[in-house]
């Protein structure tokens, strides 16, 4: 009796479940990078098979002009573009997220798996965006899903990143930490996605009749919003600090004059 319970205790102790728990942070890495490698790759094929134009069309439709021929799939194009480089901004985003986190647990991986199912959907994102016809009701939807894909692939991200918060001084580089150099920057790169994704949505929902515009306008912004991120962070952090110093300066003046006066001065 007594062995029994032994064995039983050491199986609960085996196969608990606790999501503070340590995970190989390499293997999280190397898993998303399979993933991130393997949509690329899937968008990829996807251009390629469905809008090549066929020779004889070049030449009777379009008199044998190749440009004009694929001005035709200048729509299909343009989603293409637009998924793609949605697909490396995340995939930049997540390699900055995991090159401050030291240590990666049960639950950010369970964040990353969840992330990484949505970012295995941008190629439905694109083939949903470039097979309906403008302005029609079906391609406002499919924009909207577009939207709502891209919005849960990078707020789980950011999921991740709030969770490593949680224990920063063990999952976290001091750097990325509540107070720390890169901090305010982190936050800003990680929420971008899911706000802009969202307000995209939403605008697409009120004015409906260019939903089309309001979508391609955010996946060209993006990129740009990325870089000038980390100066308009570096600007507003200069600014703080400078007020916070001449505050703290006005402190140890008046400390200074308070010093300098009498004690009947003081009390007067």
Same mark, same amino acid.
């Not at 009749?209 to 200069?238: K, N």
């Given at each position: 009796?007594?062995?029994?319970?032994?064995?039983?205790?050491?199986?609960?102790?085996?196969?608990?479940?606790?999501?503070?728990?340590?995970?190989?942070?390499?293997?999280?890495?190397?898993?998303?990078?399979?993933?991130?490698?393997?949509?690329?790759?899937?968008?990829?094929?996807?251009?390629?098979?469905?809008?090549?134009?066929?020779?004889?069309?070049?030449?009777?439709?379009?008199?044998?002009?190749?440009?004009?021929?694929?001005?035709?799939?200048?729509?299909?194009?343009?989603?293409?573009?637009?998924?793609?480089?949605?697909?490396?901004?995340?995939?930049?985003?997540?390699?900055?997220?995991?090159?401050?986190?030291?240590?990666?647990?049960?639950?950010?991986?369970?964040?990353?798996?969840?992330?990484?199912?949505?970012?295995?959907?941008?190629?439905?994102?694109?083939?949903?965006?470039?097979?309906?016809?403008?302005?029609?009701?079906?391609?406002?939807?499919?924009?909207?899903?577009?939207?709502?894909?891209?919005?849960?692939?990078?707020?789980?991200?950011?999921?991740?990143?709030?969770?490593? !918060?949680?224990?920063?001084?063990?999952?976290?580089?001091?750097?990325?930490?509540?107070?720390?150099?890169?901090?305010?920057?982190?936050?800003?790169?990680?929420?971008?996605?899911?706000?802009?994704?969202?307000?995209?949505?939403?605008?697409?929902? !009120?004015?409906?009749?260019?939903?089309?515009?309001?979508?391609?306008?955010?996946?060209?912004?993006?990129?740009?919003?990325? !870089?000038?991120?980390?100066?308009?962070?570096?600007?507003?952090?200069?600014?703080?600090?400078?007020?916070?110093?001449?505050?703290?300066?006005?402190?140890?003046?008046?400390?200074?004059?308070?010093?300098?006066?009498?004690?009947?001065?003081?009390?007067?």
């Amino acid at each position: 009796g007594q062995r029994d319970e032994e064995e039983e205790h050491h199986s609960l102790e085996t196969f608990t479940f606790y999501l503070s728990e340590p995970l190989s942070k390499e293997r999280v890495e190397a898993f998303s990078d399979g993933v991130y490698a393997i949509v690329a790759t899937l968008l990829i094929l996807d251009i390629c098979e469905d809008n090549v134009p066929d020779p004889r069309e070049v030449e009777e439709k379009f008199h044998s002009s190749l440009l004009e021929a694929l001005s035709e799939y200048g729509p299909n194009y343009l989603a293409y573009f637009g998924s793609f480089v949605t697909i490396g901004l995340l995939w930049f985003v997540h390699h900055s997220l995991f090159l401050y986190v030291t240590k990666a647990t049960r639950l950010m991986g369970l964040l990353n798996i969840l992330s990484l199912a949505f970012i295995g959907g941008l190629p439905l994102a694109y083939q949903l965006t470039s097979e309906f016809a403008e302005k029609s009701h079906n391609e406002i939807e499919a924009i909207q899903v577009s939207c709502v894909i891209t919005f849960f692939a990078s707020i789980f991200q950011f999921a991740i990143w709030t969770t490593a !918060l949680l224990n920063e001084r063990e999952t976290l580089h001091p750097f990325a930490r509540y107070g720390g150099k890169e901090h305010a920057f982190m936050f800003a790169k990680l929420a971008l996605y899911p706000c802009v994704s969202l307000g995209a949505f939403f605008l697409t929902c !009120l004015l409906s009749e260019f939903s089309t515009a309001i979508f391609h306008l955010m996946q060209i912004v993006i990129p740009f919003a990325f !870089l000038a991120l980390r100066i308009f962070v570096r600007i507003s952090l200069t600014i703080v600090k400078t007020m916070m110093s001449l505050s703290r300066r006005k402190v140890v003046l008046l400390e200074e004059e308070e010093a300098c006066l009498s004690p009947t001065e003081t009390l007067s």
